[in-house]
């Protein structure tokens, strides 16, 4: 699921003990603590509840370790991409990490609406979305195909600032791209012109 319980609570007016964590859904998680109190020990400690939870396909963990290297360990597990720690030539690594680009390429996002109309797909869709529209800031970009114009989800569509116009099925399609079905690009292959809107 989305919670992490990774710590134990204290519930003193039952005097008992619960699990404890975070809840991934709910947003980020901060740490603050000076160091030996336990920060940097609850940052292997979520790595390594994630990793015994998911599978090395399903998780991929980042680790850049500007501590005292204690993190180091994290490295050796199949869902770490990239670990960089801090000493010599670290900091050529870091700013490599931090400037690590993704890139998402999605072939047919028409089919992948159709395949995901279930509640648990809309939840993994609407994920998509969000990722579609805050990855730029963060590095992440997406690279998305789809035959139907008309069935691009508005939360993408506003948030697309290059759309290119190929061979569609209607040319009044071309509209969607603020385009008349004149502008369209002649029906080579390859061909395409860029919207207007």
């Given at each position: ?90 900091r050529e690594k870091q700013m490599r990490l931090l400037r690590f680009l993704m890139v998402v390429i999605i072939d047919g996002l028409a089919a992948l609406r159709d395949e995901y109309q279930d509640f648990e797909g809309m ?75």
């Open positions: 699921g989305e919670q992490v319980n990774f710590a134990v609570s204290d519930d003193p007016d039952r005097q008992r003990q619960i699990p404890g964590g975070w809840d991934m859904a709910g947003g980020n998680l901060m740490l603050v603590g000076i160091p030996g109190f336990g920060t940097t020990t609850a940052c292997a400690t979520v790595a390594l509840t994630l990793a015994q939870h998911y599978a090395p396909k399903d998780l991929d963990l980042i680790v850049l370790d500007m501590g005292a290297r204690d993190l180091e360990p994290l490295e050796k597990l199949p869902h770490t991409s990239a670990y960089v720690g801090s000493g010599a030539g670290g939840a993994l869709l609407e994920g998509m979305y969000r990722a579609y529209a805050d990855g730029p800031d963060l590095n992440m970009h997406f690279v998305i195909t789809t035959s139907r114009a008309r069935a691009i989800p508005s939360a993408i569509d506003e948030v697309t600032t290059q759309k290119w116009m190929f061979r569609l099925a209607d040319p009044y399609d071309y509209s969607t791209g603020g385009l008349k079905p004149a502008e369209a690009p002649s029906p080579v292959p390859g061909r395409c012109v860029p919207s207007v809107t």
